[in-house]
């Protein structure tokens, strides 16, 4: 089946405490991006990818980090969370940059407290 | 201002009615327009795109205004399956930031 996947579904930590939320696809596609979403705020890009090795900022990088090291696998990283970044994040790819429809991953609640 | 600006509702309808949703955008060089659909706490969803002619997918009828820079998406004869999120996206084909969207519009529809 079609699908991206992110891990895990649900974390609450503690401020600083690094963490990884694992985001891998299995369409072959080459653009991966992850958003947050808050409410009132919709959906904010934080950082996307355009192919293996290729990474820039999306709207609101500060305090997250990306890696593309294989064409599968996007992880998001959050090196000292803070509460600010408690929000529900998503994984999304497409085929590449301009292809219309973009796939969600389930999601991924976090709470920083 | 927002890029991308839609009414939060909700909008709380009965079954079998016709709803219509706006949507406006403020970057003139957004060149491609999309409304995805959003179920509560799970991931957003294309549900169609928005051409300049106007498309319609069954119940639902999209279209796209350049010259007042919006975009609406009309829903004939509700079911409760309706009931959802819906998200105004839109793409500037400048730029390689994919897709601006909306915060999306709830839509409960009522036995």
């Known amino acids: 089946e079609a699908q991206v996947t992110q891990n895990p579904r649900y974390l609450i930590t503690v401020t600083g405490k690094k963490l990884t939320v694992t985001c891998s696809q299995n369409?072959?596609?080459?653009?991966m991006s992850w958003y947050r979403q808050d409410p009132g705020l919709g959906l904010r890009q934080i950082y996307y990818?355009?192919?293996?090795?290729?990474?820039d900022k999306g709207d609101v990088p500060e305090g997250y980090k990306v890696s593309r090291k294989e064409k599968r696998n996007f992880p998001l990283i959050l090196e000292s969370p803070s509460p600010n970044q408690t929000s529900l994040y998503f994984c999304?790819?497409?085929?590449?940059?301009?292809?219309?429809?973009?796939?969600f991953g389930p999601g991924t609640r976090l709470t920083v407290l | 201002r927002k890029e991308v600006e839609q009414d939060p509702g909700p909008f709380n309808v009965p079954e079998g009615a016709t709803v219509a949703f706006n949507c406006t955008y403020s970057?003139?060089?957004?060149?491609?327009f999309f409304w995805y659909r959003q179920d509560c706490r799970k991931e957003p969803k294309l549900l169609m795109s928005?051409?300049?002619s106007g498309n319609e997918d069954g119940r639902f009828t999209a279209q796209l205004n350049r010259a007042s820079q919006y975009i609406s998406l009309l829903i004939r004869d509700s079911k409760l399956s309706d009931s959802a999120t819906y998200l105004c996206?839109?793409?500037?084909?400048?730029?390689?930031?994919?897709?601006?969207f909306g915060s999306g519009t709830r839509l409960q529809v009522q036995p």
């Open positions: 999304a790819s497409s085929l590449f940059l301009q292809h219309n429809e973009q796939f």
């Open positions: 369409m072959n596609h080459e653009y």
């Open positions: 990818s355009m192919n293996v090795e290729v990474t």
């Open positions: 970057n003139s060089a957004s060149q491609s």
């Open positions: 928005v051409y300049s």
């Open positions: 996206v839109v793409r500037r084909d400048t730029g390689r930031r994919a897709l601006t």
